[in-house]
């Protein structure tokens, strides 16, 4: 089966500027989740969908962040503005069932300069 | 506050020496214990899930065993092909995220 495919792999970006991560999960998986690892530190939870329902955004740093879902299948992530804080490598994970082995992408590695 | 220590952040072994990698976690109702492998450039690939005390899985060199306080990755008779970071993370309380520790990067060595 196909993977989780995130695009783009990088992204170089000056700050102010808008960017939008992609996330297509496993065909079938209901539950999905962007997670973030910035420089140094261990990898932190961003938000999980259901479907296409936000079922815990606690993660998100603040609103310059937005998460969509559409129709419960490819996940968008924009950040607008970006700031060089954002800086990281941004993954996106998903799973049939709540509790199991998620399946991560390869992530977009997002440099705000 | 829930939260995931692994020990060390940084092992060189030699092909064919065998070590144990650490987890400790302190997380409010456990309902899983996983172990990740990360090699440059991808995304957490996973190998297990360990979901109560006393509970170990196995695959190929790596064995992970579980305690209510810890979590240790044997990996016996290592490989070069065993260099990546190891990740370990804990799913518990009231939401479904994974908390994840700092991983261990694993050398070995031929």
């Known amino acids: 089966e196909a993977g989780v495919t995130q695009f783009p792999s990088h992204s170089v970006i000056e700050k102010g500027q808008t960017v939008t991560l992609r996330c297509d999960p496993i065909s079938g998986h209901d539950n999905l989740y962007w997670y973030r690892r910035v420089m140094g530190k261990e990898i932190k939870f961003l938000l999980h969908f259901v479907k296409e329902s936000k079922q815990d955004e606690s993660g998100m740093p603040n609103n310059r962040f937005l998460a969509e879902r559409t129709g419960g299948t490819y996940s968008t992530l924009k950040v607008q503005p970006a700031e060089l804080e954002d800086s990281g490598v941004y993954f996106c994970a998903s799973s049939q069932d709540r509790g199991y082995g998620y399946t991560f992408g390869s992530g977009t590695r997002l440099t705000v300069v | ?110």
Request: proline share 5%; charged share 25%.
């Open chain 2, 1 to 110: 506050e829930d939260q995931v220590t692994q020990s060390p952040e940084a092992l060189r072994l030699q092909e064919g020496e065998s070590s144990s990698l650490n987890c400790s976690y302190t997380v409010s109702g456990l309902r899983g214990l996983f172990w990740y492998r990360q090699d440059p450039g991808k995304g957490p690939e996973f190998l297990f899930t360990l979901y109560s005390a006393g509970e170990e899985k196995e695959k190929e060199r790596l064995k992970a065993t579980l305690t209510k306080k810890e979590s240790f990755l044997h990996i016996t008779a290592p490989k070069p092909e065993d260099s990546a970071t190891y990740l370990c993370a804990v799913n518990g309380g009231a939401t479904n995220k994974l908390i994840f520790g700092t991983g261990t990067l694993l050398a070995v060595q031929p």
